[in-house]
Every structure is written in structure tokens, then in C-alpha cells.
């Protein structure tokens, strides 16, 4: 019986290193090794929470001049004006989109993984508008990050780019646009359902979506962001009441009927998309919708009978009963003895080591284990700016199959989504070269695919130094020590006898005596020459990330 009783032991190094790589970018042995001794509420007190930003927005710095002009915001300060920025847009909404990624690499929370969840879920392109747009986007996510779900839509509802890019911009009283309707339906909120016959599915019918359209009539984008959220401070779009169906909406049995008055005046678009909001969320089954989301997300892609009735559904019942507050809900799931699946006779077989990493826990979670961090956003704008564009966003990402914040429809990336595939879509034909040139890329700091081999990637991992830095592997001079040690904390389950051996013997020995390496590495320390020790230790992070037990976490 799966439960969602809390795990209360303490973790041990297994459970922490599971727990830190479903819930945050950022993975060290550090962080691991401190999780190790809390319990499941412990560990969870210090990632539930948002993180300070390096930067608090995106800076613009043309990286291929020389010139010492200082760096330019790519939103205004209070009081200046930027409209002299020397680039176009579409190169600055580049540079909103390194900007986040420059934060989710240093964010030891959850916050930016839930960005990518939201994002996700409620999903818009980086070509829909302009760079200042998509930022306010992004900073909505991020309010909304581990808050209230029924709030995040809502104020999704007047979302400068997600008007534009539903067209909800053209749903006119008069000329009424459904796309909106239909996604916040379908995709944002309740679900579809199998259908039942024509223009009727298991939670609403077409009727339905007819009504909700004329419910957002009217609303329309404010792109000179002079129009501000209250509660957020997030810029927002306006009402043109104009545009408005004022008329009685009234919806289907499958909302109990219910009839929302039409508005008499713009203030009044505000009470009607209320009232519609509500009854929406008054639906168990759009409760239940996110809770099957967030499990897909963060636990496993396998929805059992059994995981609806003992997980999904209490789950379900604990969000509504918290008016949609969602971290509760995340607490309640990676507490659980079955999010570390010790509700069953084997702790192995389900749950750790179950998903395939998508292109952003493959870089990001490699680059912080070696302590990987590219120059200042501060200091450096431009070159960090060239390390998370061309280095990340380019080749780690983009060319496996993971555009950062243009996902090919409005149902977003099929790996977060695609049954039956799920997570393996992130694995196959199309992906595999750029998810093997990680390591090359690290070892060597060239950018090896998509680009000349003599271009720098931006940082670059010298093996021998980290291990001697004593940060992961407590005795780099004992062989089994240190291949052990990092198996540990790189793989999500322990190898057998067999695997392990395959690792030490033949990998990183070269089926040598153990005692070589061991004066090998004496050597090292005593000389500082890296010469003979770079070249087994490569080997063995080279086939530690060419695993299939390193594509899953």
C-alpha cells in the first residue's frame, strides 16, 4: 500500500542525495553529507524556501567588445530610461533567459525547479513579446514558485505574454477567441478527461469553454508594463471593458450549473473572473490534476490505481483544504516513506533512480558537484552572459531537445508530459551526443558539439585538484576509497560487486595493482604534476557520466 505517512528516521546519505536531486539544480556532497544526519522535515525546512538572486534582473554587457562602458540593466531602474541599450530585443530577451538560468545554477533551493514546473504547466515562448515582458513572466513564476496555485492562475489570466501568446489579445465580445478558454481548461487547470460524446468530456464540455471565453473577453495586454499587480508589484495586463461580454454566463453540470453574472462595469471583469476562478477550483478534480503533475514531476511517472487512491487523492484533498497553497502538498509528498519508497518489502525498485534527468538537472546538477561556476554576472555581465548562451542554452540544452522557454506548443516539453515516454524522451536517438559531451566539455572547458573545438565553454573541471581539495573523497590515494566515494554520491543507487568492479578494475586501474595509483597520487601531491593521475581519473568521470545509472536520478 503506497502512504503518505512521514518518513521520520534520519535520512542517511541515500535518501539526502534523492531528496536534494528531485528538489534543487544545486547538488554537492556538502549539502548531501548535511542532509544525511536530518530527518525528511529537517532537510525539506532549508530547500521549501526562496533563495536571495545574485542579480535581481537581467544585465546587458555586449561580450564581444573591448570597451570598459559600464553594464546596462535590461529593465529600467526607477527614475532612468534604457531605451538607448545598444542591442536589439531579441537579443536581450537572450540575455533575460541566461540571467535565469545564471540563478537556477546557484539557487540550493527549489524555487527555480518549480519555475521550470509552472512554466511547464502554464506554459508561454520567449518569442511572444518583448524582453521585458518575459521577465515579468518569470518573475510571476517565481512569486508564485511554492505559493498559492489558484492566485498563480489567476493572475496567468492577465499575464502580459500569455494574452498575446493564447491570442487572448482578439477575444472580443463581438469576435470571441477560444484558444485562451480552451487551455486554461485542458492544460492550466481542471483537465479534460476521457470524452464522453460530441462536445462532452469527463470534466467540462465545449459549451463550457464557450462561456469561459466570454468570461475573459476584454482582457488585453499592457505592454508599456505601466499597469501593476497589487499583491505581486508584478507589471500586468488591463481591462478594456469595451471588449467585454457582459451578458450571464452560464456553465454546465459539470460546474453544478453555476451562473456568473455579467459585469456592468470594468471593475466588475475583476468579480466575474473571480467567480469563474472559483468555481473552477471548487472542482476536486483540478486539485487532483496538479497533485498527478507535481507526483509526475517529483516522485515517478507511473500513476497506478493504487498511487490515485492512496496518493493522488489524499493529496488532493490536503490542497483544497489549504485554499491551494501548494507547499504543504510538497512537504506532505517528500516527507512520505513513499516518496523514498519504504512503504513496500523493496526500497530498490521503484521510486530512486526512476526518472531520466532532464537537460537541466544533467547540466546544472554536474556543474555544482565539481564546483563549477562561471564568471560574476556582477563583475563579468557578458561573459556570463557567453557561458549560459552558448555554452548551456546552445549546446547542453537546446541540442537535447530542451529550447529553454520556447517549448514547441502550449502542452510544453513532451518529456515532462508524453505518455507513454514521460522522462524518456529526454533519452534517445536525437539527445544522446549532446547528454555524452558533458563530460568532454568539463573536462576539457571546450564547447565540443555545435561549434569549434577551440571555443572555451566558460569553466572547466581539473580533476586532480578538486579531489585533493578534500571535498568529496575523504582518501584520493586509496583506490577503492575514492572510486566508491564518488560512485556514492553520483550514482542513485548503490552498484553491485560487479559494477563496481567494472569501475575500478578495468576503468580506472586499467586492471593495474591498486598500489600504482596509490604512488601515482603521492606523487602528485608531492610534485603538483597532474600528468599521471588526470588520465585515470578522467577515465573513470568520463564512464561514471556515459552510465545509464547517471542519466537517472
Not at 553529507?33 to 525546512?45: D, F, G, I, P, V
Not at 465580445?173 to 468530456?201: C, H, S, V
Not at 464540455?205 to 505592454?223: H, K, L, M, W
Request: include cysteine; aromatic fraction near 12%; charge should be negative.
Amino acid at each position: 500500500m503506497a502512504s503518505l505517512q512521514p518518513f521520520t528516521g534520519i535520512l542517511g546519505q541515500r535518501r539526502a542525495a534523492h531528496l536534494l536531486r528531485r528538489t534543487s539544480y544545486v547538488y554537492s556532497a556538502s549539502k548531501v553529507n548535511q542532509m544525511a544526519n536530518q530527518t525528511a522535515a529537517q532537510a525539506l525546512s532549508s530547500l521549501l524556501v526562496p533563495y536571495s538572486l545574485a542579480a535581481e534582473q537581467p544585465v546587458y554587457d555586449d561580450p564581444t567588445t573591448t570597451t570598459n562602458e559600464a553594464a546596462t540593466w535590461v529593465l529600467p531602474l526607477p527614475g532612468t530610461d534604457n531605451a538607448s541599450l545598444p542591442a536589439q530585443d531579441f537579443v536581450l530577451r537572450r540575455y533575460v533567459i541566461s540571467w535565469w538560468s545564471n540563478e537556477a545554477m546557484r539557487d540550493p533551493g527549489i524555487v527555480h525547479k518549480m519555475m521550470i514546473f509552472w512554466h511547464q504547466y502554464l506554459a508561454t515562448s520567449l518569442q511572444t513579446l518583448g524582453s521585458k515582458q518575459y521577465f515579468d513572466y518569470l518573475s510571476l513564476l517565481r512569486w508564485g514558485a511554492i505559493g498559492n496555485f489558484k492566485k498563480l492562475a489567476t493572475r496567468m489570466v492577465t499575464d502580459n505574454v500569455m494574452l498575446f501568446y493564447l491570442n487572448n489579445h482578439q477575444n472580443t465580445a463581438t469576435n470571441p477567441n477560444e484558444n485562451f478558454a480552451r487551455e486554461f481548461f485542458e492544460l492550466f487547470t481542471i483537465g479534460k478527461g476521457p470524452q464522453i460524446g460530441p462536445g462532452d468530456y469527463t470534466n467540462y464540455t465545449e459549451d463550457d469553454i464557450v462561456q469561459a471565453a466570454r468570461v475573459f473577453t476584454g482582457f488585453r495586454a499592457s505592454t508599456g508594463r505601466t499597469v501593476v499587480d497589487p499583491e505581486t508589484g508584478i507589471p500586468r495586463g488591463t481591462t478594456l471593458f469595451s471588449a467585454h461580454a457582459t451578458g450571464t454566463k452560464q456553465f454546465s453540470s459539470k460546474f453544478q450549473n453555476t451562473v456568473i453574472q455579467g459585469a456592468t462595469n470594468a471593475a466588475g471583469m475583476w468579480t466575474e473572473l473571480n467567480s469563474f476562478v472559483n468555481m473552477v477550483f471548487a472542482q476536486e478534480e483540478t486539485a487532483k490534476n496538479l497533485c498527478r503533475r507535481l507526483y509526475r514531476y517529483f516522485v515517478s511517472r507511473n500513476i497506478t490505481d493504487e498511487i490515485e487512491t492512496d496518493i493522488i487523492t489524499p493529496l488532493a484533498t490536503s490542497l483544497m483544504a489549504n485554499g491551494y497553497e501548494v507547499k504543504p502538498v510538497l512537504l506532505k509528498l517528500m516527507q512520505s516513506e513513499h516518496f523514498f519508497d519504504e512503504d513496500d518489502s523493496d526500497n530498490k525498485d521503484e521510486i530512486i533512480g526512476s526518472i531520466i534527468k532532464s537537460p537541466l538537472e544533467l547540466a546544472y546538477q554536474s556543474l555544482s558537484f565539481f564546483g563549477l561556476q562561471p564568471v560574476s554576472i556582477s563583475t563579468q555581465p557578458g561573459n556570463n552572459f557567453l557561458f549560459h548562451e552558448r555554452g548551456l542554452a546552445q549546446r547542453m540544452f537546446t541540442m537535447a531537445n530542451f529550447n529553454p522557454f520556447q517549448p514547441s506548443d502550449v502542452a510544453g516539453y513532451p518529456g515532462f508530459y508524453q505518455y507513454p515516454d514521460y522522462s524518456r524522451a529526454w533519452f534517445n536517438s536525437s539527445t544522446i551526443i549532446a547528454r555524452y559531451k558533458v563530460p568532454t566539455m568539463l573536462l576539457s572547458g571546450k564547447l565540443t558539439i555545435g561549434g569549434s573545438v577551440n571555443t572555451a565553454l566558460g569553466v572547466k573541471l581539473n580533476i586532480a585538484p578538486w579531489l585533493r581539495s578534500g571535498s568529496v573523497v575523504t582518501d584520493p590515494s586509496d583506490s577503492w576509497v575514492l572510486v566508491q566515494e564518488l560512485l556514492r554520491y553520483m550514482l542513485p543507487e548503490q552498484v553491485d560487486d560487479d559494477r563496481f568492479a567494472y569501475f575500478h578494475n578495468t576503468v580506472f586501474l586499467d586492471n593495474l595493482p591498486p598500489a600504482d595509483w596509490t604512488y601515482e597520487w603521492e606523487n602528485f601531491l608531492t610534485t603538483n604534476n597532474d600528468t599521471e593521475v588526470k588520465i585515470p581519473l578522467e577515465r573513470l568521470i568520463t564512464a561514471i557520466m556515459y552510465s545509464p545509472e547517471y542519466q537517472t536520478f
